[in-house]
């Protein structure tokens, strides 16, 4: 339905902690980026989509859990570092919510936290295409092309916050122009 394809899948480490970093395009991300991974990993996600029904049982299972967006969620940030120091891998969406307009949006500081404190690699991820598949405004996605591309493990840790924020950013503007340029090209 969505013509999947991925580059880059490589990238990810055998084992040990890593922390992928990704834009966030559409309640289509988690599953596209679950199921182009070889290994499992966990997914931080805003509170409220666990009162949502079938929705709350389908992001449980694929391993999320809730933060309380814009609220200095302690305990949400302690347990990812947790996770990511216990060797497991963890998704983060850190543009905060899903794009309005397909493009990037800026990053948001508190990925830089957990990225300090955990010491583990960061793995970029863009997605292109998701947006267009299946936008926030759609009740049902549509057909379409969705193309993902993992980028070389990189270490932050010892950056300062914005620094880390700034390095994220630049690095997902040259990921998603390479990603739009290979899905150009496949059209």
């Known amino acids: 339905m969505f013509n999947l394809q991925v580059r880059g899948r490589d990238n990810m480490p055998k084992a040990g902690g890593a922390l992928v970093v990704s834009n966030h395009q559409s309640y289509l991300d988690p599953v596209v980026l679950a199921v182009t991974f070889d290994r499992p990993f966990a997914f931080l996600a805003d509170s409220y989509l666990f009162k949502i029904g079938p929705f709350a049982w389908l992001i449980r299972k694929l391993n999320a859990f809730p933060i309380e967006q814009g609220k200095g969620d302690v305990g949400a940030v302690k347990q990812t570092i947790r996770l990511l120091q216990e060797g497991e891998v963890l998704n983060v969406f850190p543009e ?31 997605i292109v295409g998701a947006y267009e598949a299946y936008p926030r405004h759609r009740i049902i996605p549509r057909p379409g092309r969705i193309r993902v591309i993992y980028g070389k493990p990189i270490r932050l840790d010892h950056l300062k916050g914005d620094e880390i924020v700034s390095h994220i950013q630049l690095t997902f503007a040259r990921m998603f122009e390479e990603a739009r340029a290979w899905r150009d090209e496949s059209v």
């Open 96 to 126: 905060g919510t899903r794009t309005k307009d397909g493009q990037l949006q800026p990053v948001l500081g508190g990925v830089a936290l957990a990225i300090r404190r955990a010491k583990v690699p960061v793995i970029p991820a863009i």
